[in-house]
């Protein structure tokens, strides 16, 4: 079974810049569309796709997050990495890694323990 392990996350002041990292058990890992996503502890609120990484290296961006954050992934390592730059308030959340679409594993979605990104003055 997959593990995803997330790391790289803490407390940035607004502009600053953080580099997450994500490790994936999974023997298929270069042929998998990756991606992150966060989520923002607000009753209601989904967890939301930030980017995507294909096989071939094609990416996808949200509209809020282009031009600031960079997906790139080492298949050598099975890892993916997300570069966030210029933080805003508004980029507090958990983040996850994931496939696109995500693991499933007894009947749910199956996520890591995810990395805490905190942008605070």
């Known amino acids: 079974q997959v593990q995803l392990v997330e790391s790289g996350g803490g407390v940035v002041q607004p502009g600053g810049s953080l580099t997450l990292s994500c490790v994936a058990s999974?023997?298929?890992?270069?042929?998998?569309?990756m991606a992150w996503y966060r989520q923002v502890p607000v009753p209601g609120k989904q967890r939301e796709l930030v980017?995507?990484?294909?096989?071939?290296?094609?990416?996808t961006y949200a509209d809020s997050v282009r031009g600031r954050f960079t997906i790139s992934r080492d298949d050598a390592k099975n890892r993916v990495y997300l570069q966030l730059n210029a933080l805003k308030f508004e980029d507090t959340a958990a983040y996850y890694c994931?496939?696109?679409?995500?693991?499933?594993?007894?009947?749910?979605?199956?996520w890591g323990q995810g990395t805490q990104v905190t942008v605070s003055s």
């Open positions: 994931n496939k696109l679409p995500p693991w499933y594993r007894g009947g749910t979605d199956y």
């Open positions: 999974s023997s298929d890992f270069r042929l998998i569309t």
């Open positions: 980017a995507s990484i294909s096989r071939n290296g094609q990416t």
